[in-house]
């Protein structure tokens, strides 16, 4: 009964924080890119072209080319995922179009729609920024869409669309989410671009890319904030007590052979914190200044002192 009221309020937990993901998705689409046709990819990218063309509403066009996309989500990753990547999907969709400015104003909550009114190739455009800040504009949308994605991502859902092409190369090749849709977006916003005859919208296109995908892996997997150490010495007992001590951290030793002696070598290995490197490179030099230390970024840790960056896409 306890362990059922535990995932129960998971459960909860990862879908308010879904939709709280979808609130900021839909702010940075709604406000900063759609007025300007800044496209960044995606199934949100097509149907900006329906909008520009016929006038359909964003959130709904993305709402209809969807639905096909999550037979591919329920059969591959799961139904937990699916489930969650059909609510993502709603959601988001919902936001972009009920957090749009003229929805804002139809509601009540805006009361002078006209400063938000401006004219762009012809056409009446919402914009919470002017078109001399479009540089702005491009930045702050990318920010806020790659944090809404990356918290969508980060409760096990997905806003559909091309972001379950993405979790499928992060679940069978191990990219990171980034990477996923750099490969995935980047023939869209290239095709987008050439069906509008405009240069510019590829380049703004790329940059939302760029700095989206940046924060969609910091929001979903958190700073690299973990550090492993190797150090290659022959007073690798007194380091291990001294990092016992002062840093509270464990090791692990390996056994290896100098390939300029060709004699036989211990190499310590310990994973701190990033703020401890420091500390432990004082006390690898304080006992032996003749020792050799490498230091790498590590992608995740799980165990004592530390917490996990992966999240699951797949049912356990």
Not at 129 to 141: E, F, K, R, V
Not at 231 to 238: F, G, L
């Amino acid at each position: 009964m306890k362990q059922h009221k535990l995932n129960l309020r998971r459960e909860l937990g990862q879908y308010l924080g879904i939709l709280i993901g979808a609130a900021i998705f839909g702010i940075g689409y709604s406000w900063f890119l759609i007025p300007y046709n800044i496209v960044p990819g995606g199934v949100g990218g097509i149907a900006q072209l329906f909008h520009f063309f016929f006038g359909f509403p964003v959130g709904m066009t993305m709402i209809v080319i969807n639905i096909p996309l999550f037979i591919i989500s329920f059969i591959f990753i799961g139904k937990s995922f699916g489930a969650k990547s059909l609510y993502g999907m709603f959601a988001s969709s919902m936001m972009t179009d009920l957090l749009s400015l003229p929805s804002l104003y139809r509601l009540g909550l805006i009361e002078n729609l006209e400063k938000y009114t401006f004219l762009v190739k012809g056409k009446l455009a919402y914009a919470m920024l002017a078109p001399n800040d479009i540089y702005l504009s491009a930045i702050a949308g990318s920010v806020l869409l790659g944090l809404g994605l990356g918290i969508i991502f980060r409760f096990r859902g997905s806003t559909g669309g091309t972001d379950i092409p993405v979790a499928l190369i992060k679940q069978k090749a191990g990219l990171s989410i980034g990477t996923g849709y750099w490969l995935v977006e980047t023939f869209i916003i290239l095709g987008v671009g050439i069906i509008l005859h405009d240069l510019k919208l590829v380049i703004w296109g790329f940059l939302n890319l760029f700095i989206s995908t940046k924060i969609t892996d910091l929001a979903s997997e958190g700073l690299p904030y973990i550090k492993g150490v190797y150090v290659i010495s022959d007073k690798v007992a007194e380091i291990r007590d001294d990092i016992f001590e002062r840093l509270d951290r464990g090791v692990t030793f390996f056994k290896g052979t100098s390939g300029f002696h060709n004699r036989d070598i211990n190499v310590l290995f310990c994973v701190v914190n990033r703020r401890q490197v420091p500390e432990l490179t004082d006390i690898v030099k304080d006992i032996d200044k003749e020792a050799f230390m490498i230091v790498t970024d590590v992608n995740d840790v799980m165990g004592y002192g530390f917490r996990t960056r992966q999240f699951t896409l797949k049912d356990s």
